[in-house]
């Protein structure tokens, strides 16, 4: 039960990355690392599809192998971060809302710009 549990965890976890493909707020990468672990407890048939695949597999291999994130994918998430955070002072959020935001969003940078290309 649990290896199922897993499987269609993992499938939601793809099915929100190719979600985050389209909507740049939406980051893509951490939902098929996430899809990648969750097939690894549920279906190595699936995880090799997901790592074998062209486009999807090189961020997850990378990551795998050296802990690294691209230049690329680096500055998608500083824009999308910075994008966020836009959107919330052109909203008119309270302040309160937008110090955590800036926050967490200041922790999430810091994590994503420190990692080796």
């Not at 993992?10 to 979600?19: D, E, P, S």
């Not at 690294?68 to 309160?96: D, E």
């Amino acid at each position: 039960m649990r290896r199922y549990v897993y499987l269609c965890l993992g499938w939601i976890a793809v099915a929100l990355g190719f979600v985050g493909i389209a909507l740049p707020m939406l980051p893509t990468t951490p939902f098929l690392l996430l899809a990648a672990f969750l097939f690894g407890k549920g279906s190595p048939r699936a995880r090799a599809w997901l790592i074998d695949h062209p486009r999807l597999g090189p961020p997850i291999r990378h990551w795998e192998a050296n802990g690294a994130i691209s230049r690329r994918a680096k500055i998608a998430a500083a824009v999308a971060m910075a994008a966020a955070f836009g959107l919330g002072v052109a909203l008119g959020l309270p302040p309160l809302a937008l110090t955590l935001q800036g926050l967490c969003l200041a922790g999430a940078a810091t994590f994503v710009l420190t990692r080796p290309d």
